[in-house]
């Protein structure tokens, strides 16, 4: 499978469904550890393929902004995010 974007698409929408959940549908905690788990995962990318994913993530960012503007600023942050430990 070369086209990673509708998985790329699909964990955004995951996280930002979590962000924008009720206590009473999504325990906090839960919500709050699913996405460190997600920050833990991309920090283990290397970083000679950060610029590789940060373009990958922006260009996605830029189709979907329209349609799913918290997607898309979703995967913004991911981007800014690559490289910080």
């Given at each position: ?8 698409v ?20 839960f ?40 997607v898309?600023?979703?995967l ?10």
């Amino acid at each position: 499978m070369r086209n990673l974007d509708p998985f790329v698409v699909a964990m955004a929408s995951c996280v930002a469904m979590l962000d924008s959940a009720g206590a009473d549908e999504v325990e906090p905690s839960f919500a709050v550890k699913i996405q460190q788990v997600i920050g833990e995962c991309l920090q283990k990318i290397p970083r000679s393929e950060e610029p590789e994913l940060r373009e990958m993530l922006l260009r996605i960012a830029d189709e979907v902004s329209a349609e799913e503007s918290e997607v898309a600023k979703r995967l913004r942050q991911w981007a800014a995010n690559l490289g910080e430990s």
